[in-house]
């Protein structure tokens, strides 16, 4: 395979838990966000297809979590976990998705970064602070997508990018965590996303979107 074609991912497995999961071999990325920052637009946009994971106008309906595999191999693959922060769901079930998250975060071996969707109008609420923090603990590879950027003005995104893009670099966290504009309505950011996903997932391959 000399190239990551995003537009063959297909669904792979649904898992509830860590040992559902599929084996802990190859490379996957994990997308997380709160339930209502676009995480499931985000990958059908990166996939080319909007069908790929279901989205719903309720936010919090990614209660699994999901795999899908690329080139129809199930050693790369892409991760859309429970989100966070909104589903109208009952405490203790908000509770057993976080520790499956957890669990999941903290023990897959072939994770190789994190995809963190925020809204770009609302971005770094306290849960996706948190994840970061997991993140830069973990040494883990971070990159934030600020999704929506159609619902601001092209200076207004900008600026907002500038001014976190200036407090990692000011934290000393610019080599682990990365930031982007984006937007799954207009399509703006994807392919710097897709070269992003590449250089995890096998860095000496190119990049086809």
Request: aromatic share 6%; with cysteine; proline share 4%.
């Amino acid at each position: 395979m000399s190239k990551i074609n995003f537009k063959s991912a297909e669904f792979l497995i649904s898992a509830p838990s860590l040992k559902q999961c599929p084996p802990d071999k190859g490379a996957e990325i994990a997308f997380a966000g709160r339930s209502n920052a676009g995480k499931s637009s985000a990958i059908n946009t990166l996939a080319r297809n909007n069908k790929l994971v279901r989205t719903s106008k309720t936010p919090g309906c990614t209660q699994l979590i999901n795999f899908f595999q690329l080139h129809s191999s199930a050693d790369l693959r892409l991760v859309d976990l429970p989100g966070y922060g909104y589903a109208k769901v009952p405490k203790a079930v908000q509770q057993k998705w976080q520790e499956h998250l957890s669990q999941y975060l903290n023990e897959r071996q072939s994770l190789r970064g994190i995809i963190l969707i925020t809204d770009i109008r609302h971005p770094m609420q306290e849960s996706d602070e948190m994840m970061i923090n997991w993140a830069v603990q973990s040494e883990m590879p971070l990159h934030v997508l600020l999704n929506k950027s159609d619902k601001l003005s092209r200076g207004a995104a900008q600026n907002t990018l500038l001014n976190y893009q200036r407090e990692l670099k000011n934290s000393g966290l610019e080599n682990l965590v990365s930031i982007q504009i984006f937007s799954s309505v207009s399509g703006e950011g994807v392919d710097q996303l897709a070269q992003q996903l590449g250089l995890w997932l096998q860095p000496d391959l190119k990049i086809f979107v």
